[in-house]
């Protein structure tokens, strides 16, 4: 499936980094960034980057394909809290489903995300894989 080159340019900084919002009032740190802190309120938001490095809260095991997804089956997604506080959703890589475990340290990768066809363009973005002394 094509993707736009345009909207993935201009979603560079989710596919690439990840941004935070951390409210200066309350001290959450929210995910994705939003103009308005959802716990208190507050518009004082100061945008930070996450180091990457977090704890695998839960997972499951998916066995569905996207068209033009090229990911391997079975996938692992689930929810990671960083080290900043927020929790977010992510692909964890470089394990297998029967070692994964919940409260496993994991760490921000670059990672092939799909391709146009198999000349076409390559997509790359962020997954987690398990972090050694993280
Ligand atoms: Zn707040």
Known sequence: MKKSISIF???KKIHYAIPLGKCMKCGKVIYPPMRRCPY?????IKVIRSKGIGTLLNYTISYFRKEGDEASLPRIVGLVRLDEGAII??????????????????????????SDDPYGLIYYGLKFSPALNK
């Open 9 to 11: 340019w201009r979603r």
């Open 40 to 44: 208190c309120g507050s518009e004082d």
């Open 89 to 114: 959703p992510a692909e964890i890589v470089d394990v297998d489903p029967e070692e994964v475990k919940e409260g496993m340290r994991v760490e921000a990768v670059l990672r092939r995300l799909s």
